[in-house]
């Protein structure tokens, strides 16, 4: 029995082949590359049963991914993640309480040990030494963390106002880090001009064909946890849109399998006021996005002004009859803090935006009371900077202040 399913590599653009037995980069035509598998043989060998009856964690859906073997599988011990209903935070009368799916219990704190784990692996496979990545914090401290693992070398590129703690846990993990004055995508051209020169495999979302994979795993995953009976909306964080994309490829896999049936959830790509292009383009109808001029949001993650996945993103929100939403920075703030205050769970500023953006959509009608809702907290809350405690108490003078 095949370990791993993969057969070739199609250009999501064009359709072109390209084979799987080589380190791929983007395809020819400067698009992504998306792994395809044979689900024909796939569904006669392998039951749902035979995967649930594996241990709760990320590989074992390794039909699925495209490692060949379990000797390169670079792992931290990446748990199936937790979903818990908000119960007690704000929603409108009538609605369902919404379920985040909690990316924050992930080795590294985010869901980017689930791409990273995959292309650090797959680096692995073809004997790559040094990686390099442009990175608003996450995923510079998952390529860290798996490279160190691997011992390969690791190049991080960061925007310059990057949360201060991602920066750190990117050196202590052994890589090389800058902060670069200029924004994500300024951060992927210095990779792309250093690539050759300096030997690096770039791993910039999109740009390497199996990030992707393991980001799929999460549509794989929910589709387990909810027993095959898919959510009706999935509100995500939106940035370079790797995990949406990821999703929308797992369940038209698990479909094709005859491992879930009826309509796939509704996509909703949430962004943030100051940085939207994704909304805009959805809004205007448009197949690509137009880079955003002066991007700006607390919710670092998803300032990314130019997505080289645009039209994918905006292909699954059309095609699962989704949405997009941006809302402001305040009321991100507003929804991090109703939900630490009212359900104990400390949001990312990018997880409390589909909170935000959730609220907003019942209450304008695009989604439904009984709706199922799914919303995507991709990092734990702890990386990020939070308000200051300046209350004091003296042992001298114990409840002078009442
Ligand atoms: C916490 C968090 N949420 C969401 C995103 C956006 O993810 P994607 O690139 O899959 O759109 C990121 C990316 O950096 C992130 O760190």
């Known amino acids: 029995m095949p370990y791993s399913y993969a057969t070739h590599l199609e250009c999501s653009a064009t359709g072109e082949r390209h084979e799987v037995a080589v380190l791929q980069g983007l395809s020819r035509a400067g698009k992504p590359l998306l792994v395809r598998y044979d689900l024909a043989a796939l569904r006669r060998n392998v039951a749902r049963a035979d995967i649930e009856a594996r241990p709760l964690n990320l590989w074992r859906w390794r039909e699925l991914l495209p490692v060949p073997d379990a000797a390169h599988e670079v792992s931290l011990g990446e748990v199936e993640t937790p979903l818990i209903e908000l119960r007690n935070s704000e ?48 995923a510079g401290a998952a390529m860290a963390a798996y490279a160190a693992r691997a011992g390969m070398e690791a190049f991080c590129f960061c925007p310059d106002d990057t949360p201060e703690i991602n920066l750190s846990e990117i050196a202590l993990q052994g890589a090389r880090v800058w902060r670069v004055n200029g924004l994500i995508n300024d951060c992927a051209r210095l990779v792309g001009l250093g690539k050759e020169r300096f030997g690096w495999f770039d791993m910039s979302t999109l740009k390497e064909p199996y990030r992707i994979e393991g980001k799929k795993t999460m549509g794989l995953e929910l589709a387990a946890q909810s027993r095959w009976q898919l959510p009706d909306v999935v509100f995500y964080p939106t940035g370079g849109g790797t995990g949406l994309i990821g999703m929308w490829k797992a369940w038209s896999e698990l479909a094709a399998l005859g491992w879930i049936e009826g309509p796939l959830p509704r996509l909703v790509a949430v962004q943030s006021t100051g940085c939207a292009p994704i909304v805009r383009a959805f809004e205007a109808g448009a197949e690509s996005a137009t880079p955003w001029q002066n991007a700006h949001t607390i919710a670092s993650g998803i300032r990314v002004p130019a997505a080289i996945g645009d039209f994918l993103i905006l292909r699954a929100l059309r095609e699962t009859r989704g949405f997009a939403l941006a809302v402001e920075d305040a009321a991100i703030e507003r929804a991090r803090t109703e939900v630490a205050g009212k359900d104990g769970l400390l949001l990312s500023p990018e997880g409390a935006a589909t909170y935000a953006a959730y609220l907003a959509a019942a209450r304008d009608g695009r989604i439904r009371p009984s709706d199922r809702v799914i919303l995507f907290n991709c990092a734990s809350g702890l990386k990020y900077p939070m308000p200051p405690v300046t209350a004091r108490m003296d042992l001298a003078r114990p409840f002078a202040d009442g």
Do not use: H, Q, Y
């Open 91 to 138: 929603r409108p009368a009538g609605f369902a309480p919404p379920t985040v799916k909690d990316e924050g219990r992930l080795p590294t704190g985010s869901f980017k040990a689930r791409g990273l784990a995959l292309a650090v692996s797959m680096a692995s496979v073809f004997g790559v030494r040094r990686v390099a990545i442009p990175t608003n914090g996450n």
